[in-house]
């Protein structure tokens, strides 16, 4: 596999680079050589995070952890990676389509289905026009990270969401 690793904020330290070609070095076993690893370190103020981006055939794995250590970050992102790319081998398989990045053995071999998403509650509610900022007060209210709501300017479904340091953010459909 091939690293791209830089930093913001952080300097790169060959241990740093070895530790995420060893941590990552796990997952030689599922991609073929010429995958690419995108890997970005960034710190600010005690947050220590990593995001890892592999392009495979058409889609993204991502993942993006924070700690306030770097080697932790480290640690979590590679487990989520392993858990996403179980989700994702699945999904080819149900959908007969080809390995692109994978490697044979991986998309062969079986799999569990521990971790299979399911819907567990479904909730019906009635949803009167407000503006985003009645909303914004309302998903303080029910102490939520997220409203849905018809806008009452757009007619249209919306959602407000809870942001870091105390801001909000509206999520709109396009037209």
Do not use: W
Request: proline share 3%; with cysteine; hydrophobic share 35%.
């Amino acid at each position: 596999m091939r690293y791209t690793i830089s930093g913001k904020n952080i300097e790169v330290t060959e241990a740093l680079k070895n530790v995420v070609t060893e941590k990552l070095g796990k997952l030689e076993r599922y991609f073929t050589p010429e995958t690419e690893i995108i890997v970005t370190m960034s710190v600010e103020k005690e947050r220590q995070k990593i995001e890892v981006t592999i392009p495979v055939k058409g889609n993204i794995i991502r993942s993006e952890q924070v700690s306030n250590d770097m080697y932790v970050s480290i640690d979590l992102v590679e487990e989520v990676i392993e858990r996403q790319l179980r989700k994702y081998k699945n999904k080819i398989i149900d959908k007969h389509q080809g390995g692109g990045n994978f490697r044979k053995e991986f998309i062969e071999k079986e799999v569990k289905d521990e971790e299979e998403v399911k819907i567990i509650r479904t909730k019906q509610f009635g949803m009167k026009p407000m503006y985003p900022e009645d909303a914004c007060v309302q998903m303080e209210l029910l102490g939520h990270n997220f409203f849905v709501f018809r806008n009452a300017e757009t007619e249209e479904v919306n959602v407000v969401y809870k942001r870091k340091g105390n801001t909000y953010g509206l999520i709109e459909p396009e037209c």
